[in-house]
């Protein structure tokens, strides 16, 4: 059987003797309308009809863009469900890549929390069920060994960022198998609607390493392996192989690593940061976005991020992400390593992380307790819990990571008062189901006192006719504008310093929204062009910039160069490729 041919031998974009752009095409008829990067659905004019031999497949109407735009609105505003409506989006995307860009971001700050968090949760669970289309790259164990081979049968050729999940820790929710895919899938979205980043240079891949999920394993219609997941050596051996042939086909991508279970997750980080460009959105984007807020948060109460004393709750990937650049937020205040340390408390589902705790992991060790750090201190457990951790290292600021509804009680919360006028209580987790506690119960439980930031989009709360804005603490504000920042730099490493970049760059722009710890989502697009000038300054300065014609460009310049390369939904007219 003859090899699909590369995205080249499809389509190529070039400039006419004028200067205009076009897309050369090789593909006519039905096949064009199939390619979803390609087809204008109804906007094909007429001689892109006769030429491309469309004539009597479409509608006679030569609709505008913006008819389009409106028809493709009306139609999702009439569908009731948050799932159908993602589905929805998503059909539009699998059919007419540029209209649904266009769409999402005329409305991004409504349609955000569709593609992606909270609904995107339902899409998972619900992703074999629900599949109609094939999307993305999936390499399964069983066929490793003829990655490279398969790879060959993506038809785009120059990936740039690759989102890649074994779905074994997704959201708040937990091992997924298969359906990570859309995870993988709504990312991306976001990279291109938000980032810049166009949809030709992206892969979403679904690593199916198994499930240890025994209800997917006998369902007949899951469509992932029916097995349970490898581990040890095998595990290894397999993103090994995967990365290797990965780096051999697509030579400048970025791989974002995406919910990859606790150890695991920093485990691979460290495995490949040095091998491809990489970097795990869990545990380095989570940090950096809640490290924005804080610092944000401590402004609005007229202090420093190292007037703060800080409770995570939860030691997986975000969490230990989280602790790490709470330390180093307070390092880059005049802490030393110590003193930083000192000042961040990780809770677990033991209690309080201490040394003499079973199963610890490597990267939870920097915030292990002594039992001699807790002199004077009162509990009554072997290890202190959420509430006493809170009362005897007198916590100002809190956080959760663990999907548990419900966990931060109205006793926590005043034990917190006791601590600080202005308790920052960010309940983090994901989707809104698994929130560690409302919004609404955090203001009147401290009167309108707690300055507060959850996982999931929640409208503001009106509190003795005062009106609380509830910041929405979204990875989205970090990596379009880390990604598109790398990719501009074709960075060899995904650097420390570059994460930090983002997060302060995020914490400034903030700066314009008094009273509120993150922007407004329709600020992304915006806010993503800012972060990425700074990382792809940060990458200059770490010496990992790759793309000479950058290096010696100002930040202003270097802004012009990510504006004039970012990616934006329009029609280019399609002309059939001279033979």
């Not at 509608?59 to 389009?68: D, K, L, R, V």
């Not at 007949?220 to 290894?236: M, Q, V």
Request: glycine letters at 8%; hydrophobic letters at 40%.
């Amino acid at each position: 059987m003859p090899k699909k041919p590369p995205v080249s031998d499809y389509y190529d974009v070039r400039r006419d003797a004028s200067g205009e752009r076009y897309i050369a095409v090789n593909v006519s008829g039905l096949a064009l309308l199939q390619n979803p990067l390609l087809n204008k659905t109804t906007a094909f004019t007429p001689q892109e009809r006769r030429e491309l031999g469309l004539e009597g497949l479409i509608p006679p109407h030569i609709s505008t863009f913006e008819e389009q735009k409106e028809r493709t609105y009306r139609s999702y505003r009439k569908i009731g469900n948050d799932l159908e409506k993602h589905e929805y989006l998503r059909a539009l995307q699998d059919r007419n890549e540029v209209l649904f860009y266009a769409v999402l971001e005329d409305h991004l700050e409504e349609m955000l929390p569709i593609i992606y968090t909270p609904t995107v949760g339902e899409a998972v669970k619900n992703y074999s069920s629900n599949y109609r289309y094939a999307r993305g790259f999936t390499v399964s164990t069983e066929d490793i060994g003829r990655v490279d081979e398969m790879l060959e049968n993506v038809s785009v050729n120059d990936v740039r960022m690759i989102v890649a999940t074994d779905s074994s820790a997704i959201l708040g929710i937990g091992d997924q198998g298969f359906g990570g895919m859309a995870i993988s899938i709504g990312k991306l979205s976001l990279y291109t609607a938000a980032g810049g980043l166009g949809p030709d240079k992206t892969l979403p891949v679904e690593l199916d390493v198994g499930t240890n999920r025994k209800d997917l394993i006998e369902d007949p219609l899951y469509l992932g392996l029916h097995r349970e997941r490898i581990s040890g050596p095998e595990y290894d051996e397999f993103l090994d192989t995967f990365v290797e042939a990965v780096a051999a086909r697509y030579p400048k991508a970025i791989i974002q690593w995406e919910d990859f279970s606790r150890g695991t997750a920093f485990r691979v980080l460290e495995r490949y940061r040095k091998v491809v460009p990489s970097f795990n959105d869990d545990i380095q984007g989570t940090g950096a976005m809640a490290l924005a807020g804080l610092l944000r948060a401590a402004h609005i109460k007229g202090q420093y991020l190292a007037d703060q004393v800080f409770a995570v709750v939860g030691a997986g990937a975000a969490g230990i992400g989280v602790a790490s650049a709470i330390r180093q937020g307070l390092e880059m205040e005049g802490f030393s390593p110590q003193e930083a340390s000192a000042r961040v408390f990780v809770v677990d589902r033991y209690g309080l992380l201490m040394e003499d705790q079973p199963d610890l992991e490597v990267q939870q060790m920097p915030f292990v307790r002594r039992r001699s750090d807790l002199q004077g201190w009162h509990y009554a457990g072997e290890y202190p819990n959420l509430n006493e951790v809170i009362t005897n290292a007198r916590v100002t600021a809190l956080l959760g990571f663990t999907g548990v509804p419900g966990l931060f009680t109205q006793t926590d919360i005043m034990a917190m008062l006791k601590n600080t006028s202005r308790p920052i209580v960010f309940p983090l987790s994901n989707p809104s189901s698994h929130v560690e506690a409302q919004p609404i119960d955090l203001i009147h439980w401290t009167r309108g006192a707690a300055i507060v930031a959850s996982g999931s989009p929640f409208p503001p709360v009106e509190y003795k006719g005062q009106f609380y804005p509830i910041g929405q603490g979204n990875n989205a504000f970090i990596f379009p504008g880390l990604g598109f920042g790398a990719v501009t730099a074709r960075a060899r490493e995904i650097t420390d310093n570059m994460i930090v970049a983002a997060a302060l760059t995020l914490a400034e722009y903030t700066a314009a929204y008094p009273g509120h710890v993150y922007p407004p989502i329709s600020e992304l697009r915006e806010l993503s062009v800012k972060i990425a000038v700074k990382v792809a300054r940060q990458a200059i300065l770490d010496g990992v910039c790759a793309q000479r014609s950058v290096r010696n460009l100002s930040d202003d310049q270097l802004e012009e160069v990510i504006r004039e390369r970012a990616w934006s939904p329009q029609y280019l007219p399609l002309r059939r490729a001279e033979r």
